[in-house]
């Protein structure tokens, strides 16, 4: 497999056009992080995704994680050491709160940073991801007590986190969970019960893991208000802060997967013996409320490994297209042969490619900029506005991403053509690993009910509609510069944004009355939304590389490539809006009136 390159062209060019670096670091408490600072972050993690980060991915693949002795995981040949590196190189503690020795990295500036590492190797970065999500439900709800025992050495990233939630009979249903904690004396609980799908539940690679673990007290309520919260760890700490005995909590096996083989997804027993031993975050039954929480963020994450996994998918393919030769030039009388870029069907799954990721990626990062601002901004009604605009594009930042990711891995596949199925390639491996981003961290599925459900009707649009503001501001811009291919985009935007305020619409009328109805359309208004936002962003990209070209500042050729991709992905992609919202509006039937003994 060809290695990693961070793309940090393009991502320069969102930092300085698109999500300012500059805004985010004038906030109070984003770490004074300016355009120039926030380069250099972006070139040393790219050589450390590219040196270290990328070599490994096939190495993992190959390998895998596996099991030795009494339930002790084993990671695949180089992991240990890269991950000592990553360590010392304090790229655990990028973003994370300065107060327990973190960097306190802006999230615009960390997002890019973390797109490298599920470009060059997603396997690895889940640890780092997970770790973090421990992080932020202490910061969120631990006691001083547990803030001060666990975040110093998570933070650092010698301890590592995971997020135990799952149980076989509990998968996206949590309020199914049966996972027992018992309160003792002392103030601690007891947990006893069986996790699965636990990804690093256990492995060589830290010192300790710390288990956030969704359980239930005895005299519990049912359902979703009878669920805690619990810390468990795999050694217990002392007062002084060293490790102890070995908890009550092992590793039963590891799951065999279709990808991310070097990922340990573990399935995790607690209490074989006497009990494993947890303290509880915050208050007991409120324990799905935190983590939903911290989900938010575990979901924005899963969007940026499609980011990562598209843009690794479409260089490898880029790659192949421009060394493969293959036939003549049509229309021309040349027998020699030509590399397949020179096709045009190639170049059209190229640019889909392309255009896509860079969609992604924008997208993305004015949702990053947005959570600092909705962090850090001093004024208490922009950071309202600011959170409500994050908590509507989450859905589409792990949703729409993800499943563009997918689709982008196996056009990588069939770029390369029948040497794409074979494994050697590495175009296999992505496409593989990228199929599990669409179903983690909540489905794809459930993302779409949450959009229209949470984030569109509660508010009867206002949210979204303000968005689409901004939108038909963005064509009104574009038809100002008196230039053909700007006004094509403008003329492209301006009909995504309509068909996206008739599924709006739609959803805000039908929701309460016949939610079946609504949520029949549910992934066809996620991706109605996530084409035109992407469009929206896309637009944005050619209308300040067009600025910029006509005051003769940047780049020309990355700024004309900006322009003409923009201009494909209008043609290409975002005139699909108007289909998918007529699929939105009129064609709940379809999916509900055939009887359940006919499927």
């Known amino acids: 497999m060809k290695e990693y390159t961070a793309p940090l062209r393009d991502m320069q060019f969102v930092l300085r056009e698109l999500a300012p670096i500059d805004e985010v670091a004038r906030l109070p408490g984003c770490g004074e992080v300016n355009l120039e600072l926030a380069e250099a972050i972006l070139a040393e993690a790219g050589k450390f995704a590219a040196g270290v980060l990328s070599p490994l991915n096939v190495v993992g693949d190959r390998e895998g994680a596996r099991v030795v002795g009494e339930g002790e995981v084993v990671t695949a040949t180089g992991w240990r050491g890269a991950y000592r590196s990553f360590v010392e190189g304090g790229w655990n503690a990028l973003s994370c709160s300065p107060e327990y020795g973190g960097q306190g990295v802006p999230r615009l500036v960390s997002a890019l940073v973390e797109e490298m590492w599920n470009a060059a ?79 690093y ?105 499609g980011v990562g996994i598209a843009e690794r998918a479409y260089q490898l393919a880029l790659a192949c297209a421009r060394e493969r030769l293959q036939g003549t030039e049509l229309g021309t009388r040349s027998k020699e042969k030509v590399a397949i870029l020179r096709h045009p069907d190639v170049r059209r799954m190229l640019l889909l490619m392309k255009s896509r990721t860079e969609a992604m990626r924008a997208v993305a990062c004015v949702t990053a900029a947005a959570m600092d601002t909705a962090r850090c901004h001093p004024e208490a009604e922009q950071r309202a506005r600011s959170q409500a605009f994050v908590e509507l594009m989450i859905p589409i930042v792990k949703a729409w991403s993800t499943d563009n990711a997918i689709d982008i891995a196996s056009l990588g596949i069939q770029v390369h053509g029948g040497m794409g199925f074979i494994e050697e390639t590495g175009a296999a491996q992505l496409f593989r690993d990228s199929r599990i981003t669409s179903i983690y961290e909540g489905t794809n599925g459930i993302q779409a009910i949450d959009l229209v459900g949470r984030k569109v009707a509660r508010d009867g649009g206002e949210t979204i509609r303000l968005v689409m503001a901004e939108m038909r501001e963005v064509v009104t811009r574009l038809e100002q510069e008196k230039s053909e291919t700007l006004s094509a985009i403008a003329a492209r935007l301006r009909d995504g944004v309509t068909a996206l305020e008739q599924a709006v619409q739609f959803v805000v009328a039908t929701f309460g009355p016949d939610v079946r109805r609504a949520a029949a359309g549910a992934v066809p208004f996620l991706e109605l939304f996530g084409t035109v936002a992407g469009g929206w962003q896309m637009a944005r990209a050619a209308l300040a590389a067009h600025r910029h070209l006509e005051a003769g500042t940047g780049e020309a050729g990355f700024l004309r490539a900006k322009i003409s991709t923009a201009r494909f992905y209008a043609d290409h992609v975002l005139v699909r809006a108007g289909g998918l919202a007529r699929t939105v509006v009129a064609d709940a039937d379809a999916v509900l009136a055939l009887p359940d003994d006919q499927f």
């Open 201 to 305: 539940g256990e492995h060589d690679l830290a010192e300790n893991i710390v288990h956030l673990v969704l359980a239930r007290t005895p005299d519990a309520p049912e359902g979703v208000k009878g669920i805690s919260l619990f810390v468990v760890p795999k050694f217990l700490v002392n007062a002084d802060g060293s490790l102890g005995a070995r908890n009550d909590v092992r590793c039963v096996s590891l799951e065999h997967k279709l990808g991310i083989h070097a990922s340990p997804t573990a399935v995790l027993a607690f209490g074989d013996k006497d009990g494993a031993v947890g303290w509880l975050v915050g208050e007991e039954n409120r324990g799905l409320e935190y983590m939903f929480i911290t989900m938010n963020a575990a979901r924005f994450s899963v969007g940026l490994e």
């Open 121 to 199: 190797n997603l396997s690895f970065a889940l640890c780092p991801m997970l770790t973090r999500g421990a992080i932020e439900a202490l910061e969120l709800k631990g006691s001083e007590e547990l803030k001060g025992r666990y975040l110093p050495k998570l933070t650092s990233g010698e301890w590592a986190g995971t997020m135990v939630l799952t149980e076989p009979q509990a998968g996206s249903d949590l309020s199914a969970v049966r996972t027992r904690a018992v309160r003792q004396p002392d103030g601690s609980y007891r947990l006893e019960g069986q996790k699965i799908f636990i990804t």
